[in-house]
């Protein structure tokens, strides 16, 4: 079952032409797909016209109706003056428009995410005062409130150390294995990403240039002797 389909879907900035041409990819549910290209390629603008934030494309795209999202980094408020609990609790509200209260279950909800990705007994613990590391893990927990299904990452691990980044893709091939949740995620370290990754979708200059199973995308275009994960775990990460 596909829980994201992609029809012929082109898309422009104002002052940037074709930044995205003729993308037809499906994401699968219960994998790990990354999205890998240079900067600029239009990994980022592809997230965002699946998510809805871009606007004006042209094309079809279907989708399941509640995505979690974890934007780029440089687009999160890492000062924001709330606690983990409220932070998490936020993701509930694309779930509850209408209201400005959660309901009992939303917050049922956040503490059952926040006791799966060990932060349940530190929420009351300020946002601001966390590490990079600690600070995406919370965010994750955000995402998952807001779905049972399919989290969107954009960049993740950028700017984390390699130990932390590690950390991330192993908490989110866990959720994946345990939870059944279906992991799209744009990355840079395309290495960690075919260590984790059941799929990838390669974009060069807007358009895919592959989209396939990590084995062989690997044989075709990597040079660098990358491991599987289970052999990556060897070297000490944790969750």
Do not use: W
Not at 50 to 74: R, V
């Amino acid at each position: 079952m596909d829980l994201i389909q992609i029809k012929n879907l082109s898309f422009s900035y104002p002052t940037k032409k074709d930044t995205l041409k003729n993308i037809n990819i499906n994401v699968e549910q219960g994998k790990f797909t990354c999205i890998v290209g240079e900067n600029g390629s239009g990994k980022s603008t592809l997230l965002k016209c699946i998510l809805g934030l871009n606007k004006g494309y042209s094309g079809e795209i279907i989708k399941e109706q509640h995505i979690g999202y974890l934007p780029q980094k440089s687009e999160i408020q890492a000062h924001f003056p709330a606690t983990i609990e409220e932070v998490v609790l936020s993701g509930t509200i694309s779930n509850n428009v209408r209201s400005i209260f959660y309901k009992k279950e939303d917050k049922e909800n956040a503490k059952n995410v926040m006791k799966k990705l060990g932060i349940y007994d530190v929420r009351k613990t300020c946002f601001a005062d966390l590490s990079g590391g600690q600070q995406q893990r919370v965010l994750i927990a955000r995402a998952l409130c807001a779905t049972k299904s399919i989290i969107v990452l954009d960049e993740p691990t950028n700017g984390l150390d390699p130990s932390i980044a590690k950390q991330i893709y192993e908490l989110l091939d866990k959720l994946k294995k345990e939870e059944n949740i279906t992991v799209l995620m744009v990355s840079h370290d395309i290495e960690r990403a075919l260590n984790y990754a059941d799929n990838v979708i390669e974009i060069v200059n807007g358009e895919v240039t592959y989209n396939g199973n990590v084995e062989k995308y690997h044989n075709e275009h990597c040079e660098c002797p990358c491991h599987h994960h289970d052999e990556d775990k060897k070297d000490g990460g944790a969750e």
